[in-house]
């Protein structure tokens, strides 16, 4: 079960984000049911979640809470349902990256969703190999739900 909520006044196509984690967890061979909550918050909103849980000053694009530290499966052997975790997307972090990127910023929280689901399945890019397997994988996902999408 995936819950999308907005506590923003940004438009969120609220069924897109579901669309697109539904997607990034069938092809990384998650079961279906698992529980997943994306989260919409405001500056200050994540500026408090920053502090609290890096200990960093000024608000983020994204933040992840894994729970029951799922893992990705395989085709033959998918991972079993279970409770992912959270993700929380600043919207007007992400406009302001969008907009130094060249892209939309729905595009970016797109990004930026997926980026947060990897790191729920323990992806990292903490050291540069980390970060070249784990922005390809979301590169990918992206374009290929994209592309789907139409």
């Known amino acids: 079960m995936i819950e999308v909520n907005n506590e923003t006044d ?3 196509e609220e069924i897109e984000f579901s669309e697109l984690a539904s997607f990034v967890l069938r092809e990384m ?3 279906d049911g698992t529980e997943l909550a994306i989260m919409f918050v405001d500056e200050r909103t994540m500026e408090d979640l920053h ?3 890096m200990d960093e000053p000024g608000p983020t694009d994204v933040l992840s809470f894994p729970m029951d530290e799922l893992r990705p499966g395989t085709a ?3 991972t079993p349902a279970g409770l992912l975790g959270d993700i929380v997307v600043c919207p007007t972090v992400a406009a302001t990256q969008a907009k130094a990127a060249g892209h939309t910023a729905e595009e970016e929280m ?3 969703t997926t980026h947060g689901i990897l790191h729920l399945l323990g992806y990292d890019h903490v050291e540069p190999e980390e970060e070249k397997e784990m922005f390809a994988l ?3 996902l ?3 739900f ?3 999408r139409g």
Do not use: D, F, N, S
């Open 10 to 12: 940004a438009v969120i």
């Open 29 to 31: 061979h998650v079961a």
């Open 51 to 53: 502090i609290k849980w």
């Open 76 to 78: 033959a052997e998918p």
């Open 110 to 112: 797109l990004l930026l």
């Open 138 to 140: 979301q590169r990918r």
């Open 142 to 144: 992206l374009l290929t």
């Open 146 to 148: 994209l592309a789907q």
